[in-house]
């Protein structure tokens, strides 16, 4: 008997030795603190092998996020690409007592955090090293800056000052840029300590697509910050305005947009940097010349207001002079004939990605 016992102790030891030696790190890490499925780490080697990965960052109020609307084109936009992989990040708030207001004071009806939760898990889940934070607003400007007059002039129509309501945009974008690195910390163990994700892409929450992305677009090697624009003040010479809902970025220039924020977190005495009605939207401008920014390529999104069907396209109007093209018509046809389209159908559960994507190429077959 005190034979088999210390056989039995042998083999756990070698058991152990062959899982601590052979194991690789880079599985047991991402066990550990990323939603990992094993199956998926093919997708990650294959990297160096013609495959690669973009992050899609999603951050802000979650608002319309949870409608079948924005969840479904969402994740459809981003699942047909050839040799490329994608993972999901996502940074929200959420009151689910009193729902939420834009700055124009367009109001959104209270959703539960558990739906939040389940809408956040369902996009972030189906990729490898995808994740989720769900919080309070928990981030503030420096109490020891002077923001001067801004701090007292109201946002468009909100209850809040520029400053507070601009840089709550730049700190959610910020915490998301931080779970896509400490992912990429955890893959530089197995792929090597240069590893980096190739493209990274900034979206909010409460947007829909109405039309696919091209490789062309994920895979920019210039920003990219595409038509439709803001109605904004703020634009470049040739009248182009930098998009402030979705940008499109090389790696080696994502730290430069998501990190636009940290002056108003690090800053003491009186404020230096750009201060207007449009932080945010100034911060681009002054980040990304016009010479190497692109801002005339169309991206078929538009906000998803809490609003009636027949007005989920009125956004698409502001293309105006970013599209190099007076006649933005076909845009709006295209949107309108999609949601007319999507609410057809009746159906919000299931597989409906492959259905939508199926839909956007009947129609690209057409053109």
């Given at each position: 008997?005190?034979?088999?016992?210390?056989?039995?102790?042998?083999?756990?030891?070698?058991?152990?030795?062959?899982?601590?030696?052979?194991?690789?790190?880079?599985?047991?890490?991402?066990?550990?603190?990323?939603?990992?499925?094993?199956?998926?780490?093919?997708?990650?080697?294959?990297?160096?092998?013609?495959?690669?990965?973009?992050?899609?960052?999603?951050?802000?109020?979650?608002?319309?996020?949870?409608?079948?609307?924005?969840?479904?084109?969402?994740?459809?936009?981003?699942?047909?690409?050839?040799?490329?992989?994608?993972?999901?990040?996502?940074?929200?708030?959420?009151?689910?007592?009193?729902?939420?207001r834009n700055s124009k004071n367009q109001s959104y009806p209270p959703v539960s955090n558990?739906?939040?939760?389940?809408?956040?898990?369902?996009?972030?889940?189906?990729?490898?090293?995808?994740?989720?934070?769900?919080?309070?607003?928990?981030?503030?400007?420096?109490?020891?800056?002077?923001?001067?007059?801004?701090?007292?002039?109201?946002?468009?129509?909100?209850?809040?000052?520029?400053?507070?309501?601009?840089?709550?945009?730049?700190?959610?974008?910020?915490?998301?840029?931080?779970?896509?690195?400490?992912?990429?910390?955890?893959?530089?163990?197995?792929?090597?300590?240069?590893?980096?994700?190739?493209?990274?892409?900034?979206?909010?929450?409460?947007?829909?697509?109405?039309?696919?992305?091209?490789?062309?677009?994920?895979?920019?090697?210039?920003?990219?910050?595409?038509?439709?624009?803001?109605?904004?003040?703020?634009?470049?010479?040739?009248?182009?305005?930098?998009?402030?809902?979705?940008?499109?970025?090389?790696?080696?220039?994502?730290?430069?947009?998501?990190?636009?924020?940290?002056?108003?977190?690090?800053?003491?005495?009186?404020?230096?940097?750009?201060?207007?009605?449009?932080?945010?939207?100034?911060?681009?401008?002054?980040?990304?010349?016009?010479?190497?920014?692109?801002?005339?390529?169309?991206?078929?999104?538009?906000?998803?207001?809490?609003?009636?069907?027949?007005?989920?396209?009125?956004?698409?109007?502001?293309?105006?002079?970013?599209?190099?093209?007076?006649?933005?018509?076909?845009?709006?046809?295209?949107?309108?004939?999609?949601?007319?389209?999507?609410?057809?159908?009746?159906?919000?559960?299931?597989?409906?990605?492959?259905?939508?994507?199926?839909?956007?190429?009947?129609?690209?077959?057409?053109?």
């Amino acid at each position: 008997m005190a034979g088999q016992m210390s056989f039995a102790k042998l083999a756990i030891c070698l058991l152990l030795t062959y899982i601590i030696i052979y194991v690789p790190r880079t599985t047991l890490m991402a066990w550990r603190s990323l939603p990992v499925d094993v199956k998926d780490l093919d997708a990650h080697v294959n990297t160096s092998h013609g495959h690669v990965r973009i992050a899609v960052c999603i951050s802000g109020g979650a608002r319309t996020f949870t409608t079948a609307l924005s969840l479904r084109t969402i994740k459809a936009a981003f699942s047909d690409f050839k040799h490329v992989n994608v993972d999901f990040f996502i940074w929200l708030t959420n009151n689910p007592l009193k729902g939420d207001r834009n700055s124009k004071n367009q109001s959104y009806p209270p959703v539960s955090n558990g739906e939040v939760r389940a809408a956040a898990a369902y996009l972030a889940h189906s990729t490898p090293f995808g994740t989720f934070v769900l919080n309070e607003v928990n981030f503030h400007t420096s109490p020891s800056c002077d923001f001067g007059e801004y701090t007292k002039l109201m946002r468009d129509q909100s209850d809040e000052d520029v400053v507070t309501r601009s840089t709550q945009t730049l700190f959610k974008r910020e915490k998301c840029f931080e779970l896509v690195r400490a992912a990429e910390e955890e893959l530089k163990i197995s792929l090597g300590k240069t590893w980096k994700y190739t493209n990274i892409v900034s979206i909010r929450p409460d947007i829909f697509f109405y039309g696919p992305l091209s490789n062309e677009t994920i895979r920019t090697n210039i920003p990219l910050l595409p038509a439709p624009a803001h109605g904004s003040q703020v634009k470049y010479v040739n009248g182009h305005v930098p998009n402030g809902h979705v940008a499109f970025l090389p790696r080696n220039l994502a730290d430069d947009y998501f990190y636009l924020g940290r002056p108003f977190r690090e800053c003491t005495g009186v404020f230096q940097g750009a201060l207007s009605q449009e932080i945010e939207i100034e911060l681009i401008k002054q980040a990304f010349a016009l010479e190497v920014t692109n801002t005339w390529t169309v991206v078929p999104y538009t906000l998803h207001r809490h609003v009636s069907k027949g007005k989920l396209c009125e956004r698409v109007h502001t293309y105006r002079s970013n599209t190099r093209t007076d006649d933005i018509s076909d845009w709006i046809k295209r949107c309108n004939n999609f949601v007319s389209w999507f609410f057809s159908r009746g159906i919000t559960t299931g597989q409906i990605e492959y259905a939508i994507l199926d839909y956007w190429k009947s129609q690209q077959a057409l053109t």
